[in-house]
């Protein structure tokens, strides 16, 4: 339990707190800014992938997570970032934060679900 809520706060301060206005805005209409917005989420994510190489004891596993987690996120932005900003342009709060929640969605359920993968892989092999 301990290691899903670490990736959570990981990705929180990732995906918000490490994330510039201009990585924010410019993400939508450019692959430079959603490139350095993904790296710099791979980037801080990286404390994730240090929590899961300690409980696996297994650097591969953590890198695969990690991986998985840098290119669905890169995936996931690419579509969404896309369509909140339209929402954001026609000033339609309700659909904007809509699509803001149902980003956080996709990217949980890729951070669980990748992570339930490993830990399969890991202990099922």
């Known amino acids: ?7 959570f706060i990981v990705h929180f301060l990732a995906d918000f707190v490490f ?23 791979a980037l801080v994510s990286l404390i994730s992938f240090y ?7 297994n ?5 695969y997570w990690w991986g998985i987690n840098v290119a ?3 995936m996931v932005d690419f579509f969404t970032s896309k369509i909140t900003s339209k929402y954001w342009e026609e000033k339609n709060m309700r659909f904007f934060f809509v699509m803001i929640g149902f ?6 359920v890729c951070l669980i679900s990748s ?3 490993i ?3 890991c202990f099922f092999k």
């Open 1 to 7: 339990m301990i290691i899903v809520l670490s990736i």
């Open 19 to 41: 994330q510039s206005s201009k990585m924010a805005t410019g993400k939508s209409k450019s692959l430079k800014w959603l490139s350095i917005h993904v790296g710099v989420y």
């Open 51 to 57: 929590v899961i190489s300690i409980h696996f004891s």
């Open 59 to 63: 650097n591969l596993y953590a890198f």
């Open 72 to 74: 669905m996120h890169f």
């Open 103 to 108: 980003d956080q969605l996709l990217h949980n």
């Open 115 to 117: 992570f339930l993968l």
């Open 119 to 121: 830990q399969h892989v």
